[in-house]
């Protein structure tokens, strides 16, 4: 069976920092692509970071030079560690693999992200 599961959100204040984590299994962790995703209230799912099978790294502008995505394939997990926190990233944060081929494409149940003062 494969699993997602997010965790490390929370309430923090603007300026702030949370780590997100995303411990996964049920597939070969090393052979995907890792996503990061987040949908604010109402609106509709944003793509955030992106790391591949060779930890090249991609991120949105919004979270360029803010956030870090990381990956530990001998822990089966992928870490989206969040400075400078704004309240526009008051999110829920899903974490995403891709295999790249149709039906090898798996999401976690998303963690609840809060900036606020």
């Known amino acids: 069976e494969v699993q997602l599961v997010e965790a490390g959100g929370g309430l923090e204040r603007p300026g702030g920092s949370l780590r997100l984590s995303c411990a996964t299994s049920?597939?070969?962790?090393?052979?995907?692509?890792m996503i990061w995703v987040r949908q604010a209230p109402g609106e509709g799912l944003e793509w955030v970071a992106s790391i591949n099978t060779q930890r090249s790294t991609n991120y949105a502008d919004s979270v360029k030079g803010r956030f870090t995505i990381s990956r530990d394939n001998a822990k089966n997990t992928v870490y989206l560690q969040m400075n400078s926190l704004k309240p526009e990233g008051t999110a829920v944060y899903y974490c995403r693999a891709n295999g790249g081929t149709p039906g090898n494409d798996y999401w976690g149940q998303g963690t609840q992200v809060t900036v606020s003062s």
């Open positions: 049920g597939f070969t962790f090393a052979h995907y692509a």
